[in-house]
């Protein structure tokens, strides 16, 4: 997360789809087609949300009645949230894309045994069996805009918030979590508001990060924000397809930084909603480079929320590294 200096209106607006701010996403390198660098709106940035979830083709219509420049999908379900960041793509390419990335993301989660998952496992097999760039539905977008060009539209909210899942978080048997990682849990006495444990999986197609907390009263201020942090070394080894999701409160993709290391994050930002003893989950779509392999190291991230955009989100304190790996397979962690 990065500071910028200057000022994005964020709505939403009452059809269902979300359009995020361009600029915000990682650039994306010429290995990717049909992706132009993204740089940061000058105009106001708005996110809209839709009383009736669209298609891509309903959606490429309104945009084009209401002249307007869409940055991102959206797409809610009861466990979970899912975006897409255009990043110079036309809505029937993205719509492609993120079908098929969306699909990537499903298959994963039909293949995660842990029992707190059965409702994911459940949701994604009942996605599949129906999912196409034809059929999907997005119920929020953020787009390109002034307030003035979108206030008179039908059906449709201008909202600050982004969207969240009505059941943010997988529970699982506290009192047995507890008695299983409290002794290792002090570890980090001055840094007990960091994730305490989960697992790390990164490879050329994906980052899927887990984690779970035992305390959160570093999260109680409402403008407080946590972010999870995927530091991939070397920059040449993947980059982000503009996929992504979690079940987050909140949940939104970091905005683009200029670290040394690809630094590929997604955050929560109403982080006092977050809850211990609940799993929660990272992903971010990638498609791999020229580097075989590269060095991953986790972070945990606490902000302060002054507008909601992840262009106004400045970070706190950092945690870690959490674990620190090699790509290419799936490790777990206490910290």
């Known amino acids: 997360m990065r500071k910028h200096w200057f000022y994005l209106l964020m709505a939403t607006v009452g059809l269902a789809l979300v359009v995020s701010v361009q600029g915000c996403g990682k650039s994306t390198q010429t290995t990717a087609p049909n992706v132009v660098k993204a740089t940061a709106p000058a105009d106001s940035v708005l996110t809209l949300v839709f009383d009736t979830p669209g298609t891509i083709s309903e959606l490429t219509q309104f945009a084009r009645d209401n002249n307007l420049k869409i940055l991102e999908l959206r797409i809610k379900r009861p466990e979970y949230v899912a975006g897409f960041r255009l990043d110079g793509r036309d809505l029937t390419t993205a719509g492609e894309v993120f079908a098929s990335e969306h699909r990537k993301f499903l298959n994963l989660m039909l293949s995660q045994k842990a029992p707190e998952m059965a409702t994911m496992r459940s949701a994604a097999m009942s996605e599949l069996s129906t999912l196409s760039a034809a059929t999907i539905k997005t119920q929020a977008v953020t787009v390109q805009a002034t307030s003035a060009m979108v206030k008179d539209l039908p059906m449709v909210r201008v909202v600050e918030q982004q969207l969240t899942p009505d059941n943010p978080g997988f529970p699982v048997n506290s009192e047995s979590l507890k008695r299983r990682v409290e002794p290792n849990s002090i570890y980090h006495p001055s840094q007990m508001w960091a994730s305490y444990g989960g697992s790390s999986e990164v ?133």
């Open 203 to 335: 490879n050329k197609s994906y980052s899927y990060q887990t984690f779970i907390f035992n305390s959160v009263s570093k999260f109680w201020p409402y403008d407080a924000t946590y972010e999870h942090e995927t530091h991939i070394i070397d920059k040449n080894y993947a980059n982000q397809t503009g996929y992504w999701s979690s079940n987050l409160p909140y949940a939104y993709l970091d905005c683009g930084n200029f670290d040394s290391v690809d630094n590929f994050a997604v955050g929560s930002m109403l982080a006092n909603q977050i809850r211990p003893y609940v799993w929660y989950y990272a992903y971010i779509g990638l498609y791999g480079q020229s580097a075989p392999s590269s060095t991953v190291t986790i972070f945990a991230q606490v902000g302060q929320r002054y507008a909601w955009s992840c262009w106004y989100i400045w970070s706190r304190e950092t945690a870690g590294p959490l674990i620190r790996h090699y790509t290419g397979g799936g490790i777990s962690w206490q910290f």
